[in-house]
Antibody
Framework: QVQLQESGPGLVKPSQTLSLTCTVS??????????WSWIRQPPGKGLEWIGY???????YYNPSLKSRVTISVDTSKNQFSLKLSSVTAADTAVYYC???????????????????WGQGTLVTVSS | EIVLTQSPGTLSLSPGERATLSCRAS???????LAWYQQKPGQAPRLLIY???SRATGIPDRFSGSGSGTDFTLTISRLEPEDFAVYYC?????FGPGTKVDIK
């Protein structure tokens, strides 16, 4: 059974960089069968996909966040990470890591589904 | 960019009733890539349906998905107490705003 666990600071100051790590157990990121994603949910609101990464390091980001997001992978630790720069109060959310599949069409690669999720971690942006 | 609209916003039903949730896309999408999720308070979403109509592992057969083009439907044939939750559709990098199914 695949399990994902987010970790990182729960409080980040405005203009700083939010950094989170997702540790995967029960399966290998390097298997290559899936991609590894970050998704967030502001309190009381809906879900927003942030981006995903393959074990090879290929990344695909939500265009609305692309300029501020970096997702990286460490296959030796079976982890992947999120960095979101220049945060504001609008970035306050529960951040989830998830596993999923993707698909390709003429416009590029996109997430298909998310089948395993971490429990989520609340990150508050406040001074 | 595709926009997903879900209706109704809230659905008030009793246990044992049938729930019909709608997800409409702003442009035609490949039904192969439409998914549905269930989320309960304080929990991560759970994948129910992928490919518009395929149930995910362990999902009871009272959950079914259908549709194509721009109109998709999630049906819960007989609501169980544990089914009262928020349901989201997803296509590509876009999620719908959700439908809350609550107890009447």
């Amino acid at each position: 059974q695949v399990q994902l666990q987010e970790s990182g600071p729960g409080l980040v100051k405005p203009s700083q960089t939010l950094s989170l790590t997702c540790t995967v157990s029960g399966g290998s990121i390097s298997s290559g069968d899936y991609y590894w994603s970050w998704i967030r949910q502001p309190p009381g609101k809906g879900l927003e996909w942030i981006g995903y990464i393959y074990y090879s390091g290929s990344t695909y980001y939500n265009p609305s966040l692309k300029s501020r997001v970096t997702i990286s992978v460490d296959t030796s630790k079976n982890q992947f990470s999120l960095k979101l720069s220049s945060v504001t109060a609008a970035d306050t959310a529960v951040y989830y890591c998830a596993r999923g599949g993707d698909y390709y069409d003429s416009s590029g690669y996109y997430p298909y589904y998310f089948d395993y999720w971490g429990q989520g971690t609340l990150v508050t942006v406040s001074s | 960019e595709i926009v997903l609209t879900q209706s109704p916003g809230t659905l008030s039903l009793s246990p044992g009733e049938r729930a019909t949730l709608s997800c409409r896309a702003s442009q035609s999408v490949s039904s192969s890539y439409l998914a549905w999720y269930q989320q309960k308070p304080g929990q991560a979403p759970r994948l129910l349906i992928y490919g518009a109509s395929s149930r995910a592992t362990g999902i009871p057969d009272r959950f079914s998905g259908s549709g194509s083009g721009t109109d998709f439907t999630l049906t819960i044939s007989r609501l169980e107490p544990e089914d009262f939750a928020v349901y989201y559709c997803q296509q590509g990098g876009t999620f719908g705003p959700g439908t809350k199914v609550d107890i009447k």
